[in-house]
């Protein structure tokens, strides 16, 4: 294995581990939950960018509190 794909690999694992990216993968699965809610109750899939917006709007600051207190 090439120092360069060593490099790489070490790299993905720093990113993989990191607070940030864990954050940010909680959050777009509460999204994907989300998308999956709302698009059973339109009766189709309403698409990420809606979902995406509507959960920003609707939840996205008390989904963050709530986790903010379970990290205390």
Do not use: C, P, V
């Amino acid at each position: 294995m090439s120092d360069e794909t060593k490099q790489q690999l070490s790299a993905n694992d720093l990113l993989k581990n990191s607070s940030l990216y864990r954050e940010f993968q909680a959050e777009r699965e509460e999204i994907l939950k989300h998308k999956w809610i709302e698009s059973e109750k339109a009766g189709r899939d309403i698409g990420f960018e809606r979902a995406l917006t509507d959960w920003i709007i609707k939840h996205r600051a008390k989904w963050r509190k709530s986790r903010q207190g379970a990290n205390r």
